[in-house]
């Protein structure tokens, strides 16, 4: 895109000036250009082959020139009623594959049950773009010589999804969204906040499994995570006895260092310590919700994350919750990234049943009103070493009386970061109504306490959906 191309060469300009970060947003004009979509038809409008009453369209498109010379095209997928035109839209994630996607679950059940139209694009890891194998290492040295967070998986991620709307936006008899509901998990958990954030066609969001406050994983510069907290990860792998288990992890962890620079890349840059830090938290500030919480909330987007109190793709929950209690969560006690169970990843939040069936229930208190959205209760908990008791109080301030109330409580959590976190125990008991819109609880814990973090966990059953929520992650010391 040219006007794409004048911006980077305005940034680029910039930074021979000065030698700081650049946090890239979005040429926003760019983004809605349809004209510069490059739109490729693979399969136009037709029936979906096992439902009629469903059809479909594969096409793909230019996301962006990411620098001059270097195009991404990736695939998307239109659904929609076999009639009608969808005003309501939910923009989610696929794999590149050339051929439709196929929806499934509440997706599904919108499309056929309440006429959302659904707008798939392939996204997938960096390295695997085309070129495959390479891509990656191209944005890196980018990053490396520009130091423009423009090159970075948040940013292309984000965009991705943007152009994603712009291309359903073309297709004019089938969609003309009045609101837009954009969620996927890990990486598309990524590109939905950052989207959400940057467009304001995106009315509301449901990012799962993603970074909120923290950067997902560690740093972004390999080799500036705490000493100890590398050690422990070291020592934690030395210790498995399940050799697939092991292999399985350290795959996981060259796929993340794939799409990461490391200190020696930097500092052979010429780049400082300052730098190397600061990019850490820049790489992923077009997806850092809680930069724009007044902003989204000016605008009328819509919040509702949901994440794993064990995965270190999403840290911070504790800092999350001191800070920005009023962020709509369902935070999984226990719940994980996900990974292989030979490694001991079994409980993976994306894949649990209230987080799809939360979907569900979001969107149809965002599309159509046919439910509230619980707000985030206010939790009161106090820890008695004394009696090695802790107390726990929650009042809903909307009134909200959700059916089933429970706390779950971990005690000596581990780290962030640390692998053994990804492990940590829970337990619970359920809380029992005390007054309106109350509920309440006691537990004896035994055994040595230093940190003692508490969730509590509810369920809201009304009108045909149900929705599942939690409080902030407390911790007590």
């Excluded at 004209?35 to 996301?63: C, F, G, M, Y």
């Excluded at 499934?104 to 085309?130: C, H, T």
């Excluded at 994603?164 to 004019?172: D, Q, Y």
Aim: aromatic share 6%; glycine share 8%.
């Amino acid at each position: 895109m040219k006007s794409a191309a004048f911006i980077f060469a305005i940034l680029f300009a910039t930074l021979s000036a000065r030698a700081d970060i650049i946090v890239s947003g979005f040429d926003m004009a760019a983004v809605r250009d349809t004209r510069t979509l490059e739109t490729k038809v693979i399969a136009d409008w037709h029936p979906n082959p096992k439902d009629a009453a469903i059809r479909q369209k594969l096409v793909e498109i230019t996301v962006c020139e990411w620098w001059p010379g270097m195009k991404v095209r990736l695939p998307v997928t239109l659904l929609a009623p076999a009639t009608g035109v969808c005003t309501n839209v939910i923009i989610e994630n696929t794999g590149l594959q050339l051929k439709p996607a196929a929806a499934s679950g509440a997706k599904l059940r919108l499309l056929k049950e309440n006429g959302v139209g659904l707008v798939f694009i392939g996204m997938v890891p960096i390295d695997a773009m085309e070129p495959v194998g390479k891509l990656h290492l191209m944005m890196e040295e980018h990053f490396i010589q520009t130091k423009d967070t423009r090159y970075t998986p948040a940013w292309i991620w984000g965009i991705s999804d943007m152009r994603a709307l712009t291309a359903a936006i073309a297709e004019k008899e089938v969609f003309q969204p009045k609101k837009v509901l954009a969620t996927g998990g890990s990486k598309r958990g990524v590109a939905t906040a950052a989207a959400g954030i940057a467009d304001e066609r995106i009315t509301a969001i449901m990012p799962v499994v993603a970074p909120v406050i923290e950067s997902p994983g560690g740093p972004y510069v390999e080799g500036m995570m705490p000493a100890e907290i590398t050690k422990m990860n070291e020592e934690f792998i030395a210790a498995m006895s399940d050799p697939v288990g092991r292999e399985k992890l350290l795959v996981r962890q060259k796929a993340r260092s794939d799409e990461r620079i490391t200190v020696k890349m930097a500092r052979d840059a010429g780049w400082s310590d300052a730098e190397m830090k600061t990019a850490c938290n820049a790489a992923w500030a077009a997806c850092r919700t809680t930069n724009h919480l007044d902003a989204l909330k000016q605008r009328g987007t819509e919040i509702f994350y949901n994440q794993g109190s064990n995965d270190n793709v999403s840290p911070g929950l504790v800092e999350l919750g001191r800070r920005f209690p009023q962020l709509p969560v369902y935070i999984v006690p226990g719940g994980q990234h996900g990974g292989a169970k030979e490694a001991g990843f079994v409980k993976s939040v994306g894949g649990l049943p209230e987080v799809d069936e939360n979907l569900r229930a979001f969107a149809l208190h965002h599309f159509f009103g046919a439910r509230h959205m619980v707000a985030p209760p206010k939790v009161k908990a106090q820890w008695d070493k004394a009696a090695r008791r802790v107390t726990v109080k929650v009042v809903f301030p909307d009134h909200s009386e959700p059916q089933e109330n429970t706390v779950w409580w971990s005690v000596n959590r581990h780290p962030d970061y640390s692998i053994a976190m990804e492990f940590d125990a829970w337990n619970s008991a359920p809380l029992k109504k005390t007054a309106d819109d109350t509920f309440s609880g006691e537990v004896t814990i035994e055994g040595d306490v230093r940190t003692l973090d508490v969730i509590t966990v509810h369920t809201q059953e009304e009108n045909g959906s149900t929705l599942t929520l939690s409080s902030p992650e407390v911790r007590l010391e």
